[in-house]
């Protein structure tokens, strides 16, 4: 089982930036693939960004590649979301995810959850 809890959303002017965090918990947290994803209102979840579990790999969406990093300290069992030059289209609540299998974008191959914080942009 692996327990995870994001932090660090909020509301911010266009063009700001915020740093997402997920602290997990639980057995072998290390060798666990990782993923953002998000949500808004009246949309699918959609995936973000995705690293694998040594952080050699990163994978984006289009929508926010060159604007976002993800990152991983196995140390502190943590992955952050560097997310720059936000838009308004980037308001939605943020979910970290983790899997045990490739850091793919689908969210269905994601088996533990956090609970999502909440990012608004406004313009």
């Known amino acids: 089982q692996v327990q995870l809890v994001e932090s660090g959303g909020g509301l911010v002017q266009a063009g700001a930036s915020l740093r997402l965090s997920c602290a997990a918990s639980?057995?072998?947290?290390?060798?666990?693939?990782m993923g953002w994803f998000r949500q808004a209102p009246g949309k699918e979840r959609e995936f973000v960004a995705s690293?694998?579990?040594?952080?050699?790999?990163?994978y984006y969406a289009d929508s926010v590649k060159g604007r976002f990093t993800i990152s991983r300290d196995n140390a502190k069992n943590t992955v952050s979301l560097q997310m720059n030059s936000l838009k308004p289209e980037d308001t939605a609540v943020y979910y970290c995810?983790?899997?045990?299998?490739?850091?793919?974008?689908?969210?269905?191959?994601?088996?533990?959850w956090g609970q999502g914080t909440q990012v608004t942009v406004s313009s």
């Open positions: 690293i694998s579990w040594s952080g050699s790999s990163t």
């Open positions: 995810a983790g899997t045990l299998g490739p850091p793919v974008a689908s969210h269905v191959s994601y088996g533990y």
């Open positions: 639980g057995r072998r947290v290390g060798t666990y693939a």
